[in-house]
Each structure stands twice: as C-alpha cells, then as structure tokens.
C-alpha cells in the first residue's frame, strides 16, 4: 500500500479516511512520539494540529473503516486483535514521550481538516484530561479465586481427616468430602475478597483514582480460576514501584488466591472526563482526584 | 475454565499461571512492549479511552451496537447476568 507523506490527504485512486489514535498538547515529545510509528494498514503515523493541541493519526483506506468495513473488522476476533494492538502499539508508544490521551478503538475522521475541528471544538475538555493525566500511569490489578488449587494441597496434609472418615460409612465420608470442597470453596472467594480489600486500602495512598471493569469471563480470559476484581489505577509515574510493591506479594501465601498486575498502560481506563459516571464502578473507594 | 484461547494451548495457559503465581503478578508489559493479553487490551480499548463520535462513518448507535456484541463475546455475558452497558 502506498503511504501518504505527511499532511496529505493520500492517493486519490484509494480514497483514504483519518484515524485518530491519541490526542496530545503540540510540543516537541509529541512530534518525536509520531516518528516512525506505523499504523493498522501500514501507513505512517503523522500528527495533525490544532489549537494547540495534537492528535496522532494515519491515513486508513475508507473501504476499511466506513461503516461496512469497521464492522467487519470489529466481529472478526482476529482483525480485532489485530486493529487492538495496533492502536496499543502506537498510543504505548506515544506515551514514552509525552502524556496523550488515548482514544477508544476506531475513532475516524473524514479527513485532516475534520480532526483539526474536532481538536478546536474539544480544546478545553482536553486540556483538562490532559492536565489530570499528566505524568500518570495506569496500572491493572485483577484478583482470581482458585478453590481447586486451594484444595490441592490437603490430600497431602495429615492423615486425621481421611482417619476419623475411615471409620465412617462410605456415604458419610462421601458427605464429609462434599461439605470440606464446599467450605473450601467458599474459604477462597472469602479470602480473595480480603485480597481485594486489602489492595484496596494499600492502593489508597498510592492510587489518584481507580476504576473497575467488569471481571473477565468467557473464551478470552486466560489462567486458573475465576477472575472477581479487575481494577484500574492511575498512579503517578514516581509511585509506581511503590504501587508494584506493594501489591505483589499480598496474595502469595493465601493459598487459592492469585493477584494479577498489569502495566504500566497508557492511562486508557482514565480518558473520560472524571465526572462522567463509569457504570462499572463498584464501591465508592477513596482518592478520586479531581485534577487539583 | 476455558483454556481454548486462539493460538494457545492448554500447556501455555498452565504455564503463564504457574509464572504468574510464582511471581504475585505477571511480568511488567505493555510499555516495556511484552506482548499484552488480548483481554485486558479489549477491556481498555472498548470500554475506556476518549470518546469521540468520528465522522458519520459509523453511527453511535451502530458502533455502540457492535461494542455491546463484542463485550458480550468478551464477557460471555448472559440473562442472568446482563451487561450493565
């Protein structure tokens, strides 16, 4: 495919659309952060001004991105990956220069002009987020019940239960066996939720705000166990060894209980505008920063 | 437990679990560039980001809809458990 130079508008034989990865202050981290960065299609990534600002786009063939084609791109599990990691690839990328605020997947614009507008009409909302992400990071932090690995140990554990069981009738050891899986069960998704608790606090004076996504189900979601928090927080960028310390390690001798940490993420879960409710939110936890 | 992800095998799954509860936590990534999990990629790019409406190429209502599909794919999300979105 051929790459259309900087601020063109692309070839005319293909008709070409904008897509916007990032929106960041017009400086010169953010012309360094465009350089060599290619985007979904192979085309380059360039920056397009406005305001004062600047968005990260590239050009993308219309076909693919117009209504039919971001459809289809979208319900295709494997165009998706790849479309996510593309943008992933570019907005990460960007970070390590300067702070943007990254943009949900498939954000598409008609053209230059139309993104130099958009930039214009948004200035002051971006300005703020910008302001409040400044020099954040994102982390995740997900907590996952295992009763299976936390019941793996006991059979080797002393000989007195199965004993006392041995001297019962089959069926009553069968019960026993029944109701020491289910106290089990219930032991670990009691201890992850401690787990969670304490993560919780300890994030509290870490962590300028937190959000939650919704816990990983389904084909997608890897690993042993059932995932019950999926946390986000947005931690400044000089506390976020401190962040890491203190959350490994909370889980490692709860015995069925396994803590995730992934990052640092561009601040994703954290570019909407704080007073935009997150219907995901679940308790009320503590430092929300309002940008002070 | 699903282990069934695309291109990975029940053996992979096994072993970045047993990495992870070896270490508390996965190793650091996204960043760094280490490969991130589709899954936390998709919770991110689908859920969070900044929202712009974009030029007409697709209506909210249209992007919304295939949003609302593609959790529903992510999150296996159920009657008895219905997507807040």
Same mark, same amino acid.
């Given at each position: 495919?051929?790459?259309?130079?900087?601020?063109?508008? /692309?070839?005319?034989?293909?008709?070409?659309?904008?897509?916007?990865?990032?929106?960041?202050? #017009?400086?010169?981290?953010?012309?360094?952060?465009?350089? /060599?960065?290619?985007?979904?299609?192979?085309?380059?990534?360039?920056?397009?001004?406005?305001?004062?600002?600047?968005?990260?786009?590239?050009?993308?063939?219309?076909?693919?991105?117009? #209504?039919?084609?971001?459809?289809?791109?979208?319900?295709?599990?494997?165009?998706?990956?790849?479309?996510?990691?593309?943008?992933?690839?570019?907005?990460?990328?960007?970070?390590?220069?300067? =702070?943007?605020?990254?943009?949900?997947?498939?954000?598409?614009?008609?053209?230059?002009?139309?993104?130099?507008?958009?930039?214009?009409?948004?200035?002051?909302?971006?300005?703020?987020?910008?302001?409040?992400?400044?020099?954040?990071?994102?982390?995740?932090?997900?907590?996952?019940?295992?009763?299976?690995?936390?019941?793996?140990?006991?059979?080797?554990?002393?000989?007195?239960?199965?004993?006392?069981?041995?001297?019962?009738?089959?069926?009553?050891?069968?019960?026993?066996?029944?109701?020491?899986?289910?106290?089990?069960?219930?032991?670990?998704?009691?201890?992850?939720?401690?787990?969670?608790?304490?993560? =919780?606090?300890?994030?509290?004076?870490?962590?300028?705000?937190?959000?939650?996504?919704?816990?990983?189900? %389904?084909?997608?979601?890897?690993?042993?166990?059932?995932?019950?928090?999926?946390?986000?927080? &947005?931690?400044?960028?000089?506390?976020?060894?401190?962040?890491?310390?203190?959350?490994? %390690?909370?889980?490692?001798?709860?015995?069925?209980?396994?803590?995730?940490? =992934?990052?640092?993420?561009?601040?994703?879960?954290?570019?909407?505008?704080?007073?935009?409710?997150?219907?995901? #939110?679940?308790?009320?936890? /503590?430092?929300?920063?309002?940008?002070? | 437990?699903?282990?069934?992800?695309?291109?990975?095998?029940?053996?992979?799954?096994?072993?970045? %679990?047993?990495?992870?509860?070896?270490?508390?936590?996965?190793?650091?990534?996204?960043?760094?560039?280490?490969?991130?999990? &589709?899954?936390? &990629?998709?919770?991110?790019?689908?859920?969070?980001?900044?929202?712009?409406?974009?030029?007409?190429?697709?209506?909210?209502?249209?992007?919304?809809?295939?949003?609302?599909?593609?959790?529903?794919?992510?999150?296996?999300?159920?009657?008895?458990?219905?997507?807040?979105?």
């Amino acid at each position: 495919m051929a790459v259309s130079g900087p601020g063109a508008q /692309g070839e005319q034989n293909v008709t070409q659309v904008c897509y916007v990865f990032a929106v960041g202050r #017009e400086d010169a981290p953010l012309r360094v952060a465009a350089e /060599g960065l290619t985007g979904p299609t192979g085309s380059v990534v360039r920056a397009v001004y406005g305001a004062g600002l600047g968005a990260l786009v590239c050009s993308v063939p219309a076909g693919l991105y117009d #209504e039919e084609g971001l459809k289809a791109q979208l319900e295709d599990m494997e165009r998706l990956e790849a479309l996510a990691r593309s943008h992933h690839a570019v907005v990460a990328a960007a970070y390590e220069h300067t =702070t943007v605020l990254p943009m949900r997947l498939a954000t598409v614009y008609l053209d230059d002009a139309r993104v130099t507008g958009m930039l214009s009409e948004r200035k002051d909302e971006f300005d703020a987020l910008l302001t409040r992400l400044e020099g954040q990071v994102e982390w995740g932090v997900k907590v996952y019940a295992d009763p299976r690995e936390a019941s793996a140990p006991a059979p080797a554990e002393p000989s007195g239960v199965s004993a006392s069981a041995s001297g019962s009738s089959p069926g009553r050891a069968y019960l026993q066996q029944r109701r020491k899986q289910r106290s089990t069960h219930q032991d670990t998704y009691r201890a992850a939720g401690a787990v969670t608790e304490r993560i =919780t606090a300890l994030a509290d004076g870490l962590a300028t705000a937190k959000v939650s996504h919704r816990p990983q189900q %389904g084909e997608l979601a890897s690993g042993p166990g059932e995932n019950i928090a999926n946390d986000a927080y &947005l931690v400044p960028d000089g506390r976020s060894d401190d962040f890491r310390a203190a959350i490994a %390690g909370l889980a490692e001798d709860v015995p069925g209980v396994r803590v995730e940490l =992934t990052g640092p993420w561009a601040p994703y879960s954290f570019a909407t505008p704080p007073s935009s409710p997150q219907p995901d #939110e679940g308790s009320p936890q /503590g430092p929300v920063d309002d940008g002070s | 437990m699903d282990p069934e992800l695309p291109g990975s095998g029940f053996a992979d799954a096994v072993q970045a %679990g047993a990495r992870s509860a070896a270490n508390g936590f996965a190793e650091e990534d996204a960043l760094a560039g280490r490969q991130v999990a &589709l899954i936390d &990629l998709l919770d991110r790019l689908l859920t969070g980001g900044a929202v712009l409406t974009g030029d007409l190429v697709l209506s909210i209502a249209d992007v919304d809809l295939v949003r609302i599909n593609l959790r529903a794919v992510i999150h296996s999300v159920t009657p008895d458990d219905p997507s807040p979105w």
